[in-house]
C-alpha cells in the first residue's frame, strides 16, 4: 500500500515570498491533515479535511496560510508572506481511524 | 480541550536497558492514546494505540504502552533498547467524539552502548 505523499521534502526561501506544499493521502482517506511542526515541538494541527470541506482550521494563520482539496483527493498548503517563524517541518496525514498515516514532511527553511 | 504533557526532554540509555517514556493526558472526555516514533528526517510511524479494551497495548519493535485512567497516564515501555531505538517519540490523545490529534513536545530517547 502506498503511503502519503508530499512534496518537495525540502524548501529554503526568503521572508515575504510565497512557498506551496503538496500532499497526496493514502487512497480511499477521507480525512486529510495538515500539521506543522517547529523544531524541539509536538506537531500542531493546522487544518482538517473530510473530503473537499474544511472540519477544523482553527489554529491556521488565515492571514498568510491558505489550504484546498480539489476533489477530496490531493491538497496543497500554501503560505503568502513567508515569515521568519513558519520555518518549520510541515506533515501531512491521513485518516485518523486506526492512529493515522503521515508522510515524511516538507522541512521549510525562511531566511 | 485535552492536552498533553511529556516530562522528560530527553532520556538517555544504555543499550539492552529498560526504558519508560513518561505520558500525562487530561480530556473531559474518554480518550483514545497514541505513540508515534520518528526517525531523523522522517515522518511519524505509530507505534501504538489505546481505543478501549485491555489497558496494556503492545506495539512494533518490542514496545508496550499501560492506559491508566486514575493517574491519567500512558507511559511507553521496552524490556531492552537498541541502538536502533534512538529516535524522538510523540504522544498524543484523541478526544470523544472528534478526529483531531493533540500531541505533546515529544522525548528524544538515546540509546548508547
Known amino acids: 500500500e502506498a503511503g502519503v505523499a508530499q512534496s518537495p521534502r525540502y524548501k529554503i526561501i526568503e521572508k515575504r515570498q510565497s512557498v506551496a506544499f503538496w500532499c497526496n493521502p493514502i487512497s480511499g482517506h477521507a480525512t486529510l491533515y495538515w500539521y506543522q511542526q517547529i523544531l524541539g515541538q509536538g506537531p500542531k494541527l493546522l487544518i482538517q479535511f473530510q473530503n473537499n470541506g474544511v472540519v477544523d482550521d482553527s489554529q491556521l494563520p488565515k492571514d498568510r496560510f491558505s489550504a484546498e482539496r480539489l476533489k477530496g483527493v490531493d491538497s496543497t498548503l500554501k503560505i503568502q508572506p513567508a515569515k521568519l517563524e513558519d520555518s518549520a517541518v510541515y506533515l501531512c496525514?491521513?485518516?485518523f481511524g486506526s492512529g493515522g498515516f503521515f508522510g515524511q514532511g516538507t522541512r521549510l527553511t525562511v531566511v | 480541550a485535552q492536552s498533553v504533557t511529556q516530562l522528560d526532554s530527553q532520556v538517555p540509555v544504555f543499550e539492552e536497558a529498560p526504558v519508560e517514556l513518561r505520558c500525562n493526558y487530561s480530556s473531559s472526555v474518554s480518550v483514545y492514546l497514541f505513540w508515534y516514533v520518528q526517525y531523523p528526517n522522517q515522518g511519524l510511524q505509530l507505534l501504538l494505540k489505546y481505543l478501549s479494551g485491555s489497558t496494556l497495548v503492545k506495539g512494533i519493535n518490542g514496545f508496550e504502552a499501560e492506559f491508566n485512567k486514575s493517574q491519567t497516564s500512558f507511559h511507553l515501555r521496552k524490556p531492552s533498547v537498541h541502538i536502533s531505538d534512538t529516535a524522538e517519540y510523540f504522544c498524543a490523545v484523541r478526544g470523544g467524539g472528534g478526529n483531531k490529534l493533540t500531541f505533546g513536545t515529544g522525548t528524544q530517547l538515546k540509546v548508547e552502548l
Open positions: 496525514a491521513s485518516s
